[in-house]
């Protein structure tokens, strides 16, 4: 009956499909999840007709007490304007089923648009209880709090977050940045410090780590970081290559000259290695070199395409000459 009702409205048979799915909704009383998608599908039949208002109305006067009824409603008061009445059925959404996560975050972006930080925060908290392994809930806390003017508890969650976090680096880069943002300057780098001591084949730590330095004034300890680069990433060429875009971002364009060099030297025939050397030459005001390497890119790629190019047809004429072939000896002369 769903999907006989999901035809119908495709096929603009709005009034049956209406009826067919009020059918549906009364067969389906128990399964909260399957009138969840039959209350989408009425709700799309009502928006093409743009008579939410009679939906509205309707679902009003059946003061419905599960969860699909109450979250469709709040979902229907939020996107006809009400925010307030659409806070209140999510609430009490809520109260049929707490463990919908998806419903408790729109209520609390309502809330927060509606400046009701106190509130927003109140089920922030429970929104960490009930996924304690989501980051996100924690760093969307944390900024609620900074706009009330509690920075003290934000950084308290966000360093329970780093040591709940243990070695998982995404987390753990996003505390730093944190750190970063909220003028904690020692503590950021302390954990990109972290980071940085783990042997992974991905620079990027030892780049956040280098660009702290940097920015505090310190040119010789990032320079220092960054060349780990060198014995985080195999083989030498890419790890030079990922040196000279360093250097290269931060307007270190001699340095970066050096390191291209050299893996264009270590690996002549990467096309990508010569394509950064010939913008860091760009960048460094050198046109002719620049210009020789882009031609010489070009030319090489060129070439790659055209024997791309005729291997396909090859294979393609092999495969073609075996088919005639079997079709010849399948048929009796």
């Given amino acids: 009956m769903r999907e006989l009702g999901r035809a119908q409205a495709k096929a603009h048979e709005n009034e049956q499909a209406l009826a067919t799915l009020k059918r549906a909704l009364a ?36 003061h419905p007490s599960d969860f699909a009824s109450l979250a469709l409603l709040g979902a229907l008061y939020e996107e006809t304007g009400d925010s307030a009445k659409a806070i209140d059925a999510y609430r009490r959404a809520l109260g049929a089923d707490p463990h919908q996560l998806d419903v408790r975050l729109r209520m609390i972006r309502l809330l927060q648009a509606n400046g009701d930080l106190d ?100 040119v010789p300890l990032a320079v220092q970081t960054w060349k780990r680069i060198l014995g985080a990433v195999l083989p030498r060429s890419k790890a030079l290559c990922a040196l000279g875009d ?59 395409e055209t024997r791309r190019s005729r291997a396909s047809a090859a294979r393609a004429s092999s495969r073609s000459g075996d088919s005639s072939e079997c079709s010849s000896a399948s048929c009796p002369r």
């Fill in 27 to 62: 067969a389906a009383a128990s399964q909260g999840a399957l009138r969840a998608q039959i209350y989408e599908i009425v709700a799309e039949v009502y928006r093409a007709d743009q008579r939410l208002a009679v939906l509205v109305k309707q679902l009003e006067d059946e």
């Fill in 246 to 304: 360093v250097y290269l971002e931060h307007d270190m364009t001699s340095d970066a000259l050096a390191s291209y060099k050299e893996a264009v030297a270590l690996d002549p025939a990467n096309l990508a290695y010569k394509k950064a050397l010939a913008a860091a030459y760009e960048r460094a005001r050198s046109y002719r070199e620049a210009r020789i390497l882009y031609e010489e890119v070009v030319a090489r790629a060129k070439e790659r």
């Fill in 119 to 218: 509130k927003a925060i109140v089920e922030y908290e429970g929104l960490i209880r009930a996924a304690p392994n989501n980051p996100q809930f924690v760093f969307e806390e944390c900024e609620a709090l900074l706009q009330r003017g509690d920075r003290v508890r934000a950084l308290k969650l966000v360093t329970d977050l780093e040591s709940r976090a243990a070695g998982d680096e995404e987390i753990l880069s996003r505390v730093a940045d944190f750190y970063s943002r909220t003028g904690e300057g020692e503590r950021s780098l302390r954990v990109l410090q972290r980071l940085a001591e783990r042997a992974t084949g991905d620079p990027g730590h030892l780049v956040d780590l280098g660009d702290k330095y940097f920015q505090d004034g310190d």
